[in-house]
């Protein structure tokens, strides 16, 4: 199927195209709150500020699973991708948490090819089970308005979600905080360390005598 490749600004590196929403594949069930609050946010807004970002020859998803989610449920037939090859040099890397982006644990690590696996064959894993980091951002803004979507009949997304209680969700939402808090804790340290090796550093340097004060 012919997509429409959508401009941005770093066009050069991985193309943003506007796929037919039925072509793309999750490889994970969706929290039910989590697409709740999605879909509110998008609602109001009347705009998509990120597009999602799936293999380029397999099309599974491989994050922006609630946005997907949201703009099925809602009704529209298609949604702004960003397109990777999901095998690229340097790799992308799968982890379980946010904090692995910053540190290895070959114990949490998921392969690519497990994911691309769960996708292809429908076993979906459980709601935020990966974490992908890629050697590039994928916070490419792009504002496209919900307009300019071809919208038609709202679809059913119970398949593609857990079952969860109220109560599940609320300690599903508390450990999104918590695992947020820890990476925001882990740069905080980090950042102190870095701030005191360029003192370090400086200091060396204006110890030598001979070389200009910064």
């Known amino acids: 199927m012919t997509s429409t490749t959508l401009r941005t600004e770093n066009s050069r590196l991985n193309r943003v195209a506007l ?4 072509e793309l594949r999750p490889h994970e069930k969706g929290s039910p709150v989590y697409l709740e609050l999605l879909r509110r946010e998008i609602l109001r807004d009347g705009i998509l500020r990120y597009p999602i970002v799936a293999d380029e020859k397999t099309r599974v998803i491989l994050d922006g699973m609630h946005r997907w989610l949201a703009l099925k449920s809602i009704g529209y ?3 702004p991708v960003l397109l ?25 690590e998921i392969t690519v090819e497990r994911v691309i696996s769960a996708g292809l064959g429908g ?23 919900l307009s300019l979507l071809k919208k ?3 679809s059913d997304v119970s398949s593609y979600l857990s079952k969860e209680s109220d109560e599940e ?8 905080l918590e695992e947020i808090s820890e990476e925001l ?30």
């Open 84 to 108: 990777v090859d999901v095998f690229q040099k340097p790799a992308i890397r799968i982890g379980r948490k946010r904090i692995h982006q910053y540190m290895s644990d070959s114990i949490e």
């Open 152 to 154: 038609g009949v709202p």
């Open 185 to 214: 804790d882990f740069l905080t340290k980090k950042k102190a360390e870095v701030e005191k090796e360029k003192e370090e550093f400086l200091n060396r340097v204006k110890s030598l005598g001979s070389f200009p004060t910064f």
């Open 77 to 79: 037939k298609a949604i």
């Open 19 to 22: 796929l037919q929403i039925d």
């Open 123 to 145: 076993q979906l894993m459980e709601p935020r089970t990966t974490k992908h980091f890629f050697p590039f951002s994928k916070h490419r803004l792009i504002n496209y308005p």
């Open 169 to 176: 969700g609320s300690i599903a939402i508390k450990r999104w």
